[in-house]
């Protein structure tokens, strides 16, 4: 369904809503603003999530939380009384955000691993589990974006790269969480997904790709593990208030007061709003929920 800002095309070509595609939606990877930066009615948090403790003694593991959603989620989970293992490629980011979460009393250790590398993967979800002793919830969140480029403009190495840490990311996670998860008699593991695995975008398709493939093995997974006690879900956001989106805001030379009104909930997300997605889906709460994406959209996709 086309909106006001459909025929709203600069001399380019590109309209503002297929900058925006461009520009980033869903991207999980952030380090979050003040509210203030969000505007038309920015939503008022009163936490990331409750103190209930209610994942008190339960084992998550996080990759790609050095910063954003990641970091948002990770300190989320650790107020909430789990235990948090998170990767990340910076050390130096992942360290800090470590220290942070132990100074607020949490539970939490990072591990280097770059999940383009199935060995680091394979590394970093073994000695969470040896250190720990089991896995209940994985969140198996890293991702890039890269500059917008139709399909027949994009490199291979730029295809291969956002492929391989979004997609292939997803697959080695699960590859060796799964086993796991198995032996000990159950967990959950949500995927990251984006709208973009949803609807194609013409200059995003390496992205639309990668995401639709989230979603893809997420339903493949969930039917083969729903009779292990494993649940596999995705969370398809919208734009979420990041470092990256307003890095692709500003290569597009736009901002976000010309970009939220193309939103049917006209604002732009907050991290904290995916971290309590990404709570519900694993508490048990959802617990005959399996093998779906949520839909973080405020509507975008109805």
């Known amino acids: 369904?086309?909106?006001?800002?459909?025929?709203?095309?600069?001399?380019?070509?590109?309209?503002?809503?297929?900058?925006?595609?461009?520009?980033?939606?869903?991207?999980?990877?952030?380090?979050?603003?003040?509210?203030?930066?969000?505007?038309?009615?920015?939503?008022?948090?009163?936490?990331?999530?409750?103190?209930?403790?209610?994942?008190?003694?339960?084992?998550?593991?996080?990759?790609?939380?050095?910063?954003?959603?990641?970091?948002?989620?990770?300190?989320?989970?650790?107020?909430?009384?789990?235990?948090?293992?998170?990767?990340?490629?910076?050390?130096?980011?992942?360290?800090?955000?470590?220290?942070?979460?132990?100074?607020?009393?949490?539970?939490?250790s990072y591990?280097?691993?770059?999940?383009?590398?199935?060995?680091?993967?394979?590394?970093?979800?073994?000695?969470?589990?040896?250190?720990?002793?089991?896995?209940?919830?994985?969140?198996?969140?890293?991702?890039?974006?890269?500059?917008?480029?139709?399909?027949?403009?994009?490199?291979?190495?730029?295809?291969?790269?956002?492929?391989?840490?979004?997609l292939d990311g997803v697959f080695y996670s699960m590859k060796y969480e799964l086993p796991i998860m198995r032996r000990q008699g159950g967990g959950v593991i949500v995927n990251m997904a984006s709208v973009s695995g949803h609807r194609g975008f013409a200059h995003t398709p390496h992205y639309s790709a990668s995401k639709h493939g989230v979603i893809g093995l997420t339903k493949a997974a969930a039917v083969a593990n729903a009779m292990h006690n494993i649940r596999i879900v995705s969370l398809s956001p919208l734009a979420v208030d990041t470092p990256m989106l307003r890095e692709s805001f500003a290569f597009q030379n736009v901002t976000y007061e010309q970009m939220a009104p193309n939103f049917v909930t006209p604002r732009i997300m907050m991290t904290d709003e995916i971290a309590r997605a990404v709570m519900f889906l694993a508490s048990e709460e959802s617990s005959f929920v399996a093998g779906m994406d949520l839909d973080v959209t405020g509507g975008q996709l109805a």
């Open 111 to 166: 591990m280097r691993a770059d999940v383009r590398e199935p060995a680091e993967v394979e590394r970093f979800v073994a000695e969470t589990a040896s250190r720990y002793g089991r896995l209940d919830i994985a969140f198996n969140n890293a991702g890039v974006f890269m500059p917008p480029r139709e399909v027949q403009d994009l490199s291979i190495e730029e295809y291969r790269n956002l492929i391989a840490t979004n």
């Open 1 to 108: 369904m086309r909106s006001r800002h459909d025929d709203d095309i600069p001399a380019d070509g590109v309209s503002r809503r297929e900058l925006l595609a461009a520009a980033g939606l869903g991207l999980a990877a952030s380090l979050a603003t003040p509210a203030a930066a969000n505007t038309l009615h920015p939503v008022e948090l009163s936490g990331s999530a409750n103190t209930s403790r209610r994942f008190a003694g339960k084992v998550v593991l996080i990759t790609g939380a050095t910063y954003g959603i990641g970091q948002t989620t990770a300190e989320a989970f650790a107020r909430e009384g789990a235990k948090v293992a998170f990767c990340g490629r910076t050390e130096e980011l992942g360290r800090k955000v470590e220290a942070g979460i132990r100074s607020a009393g949490g539970e939490a």
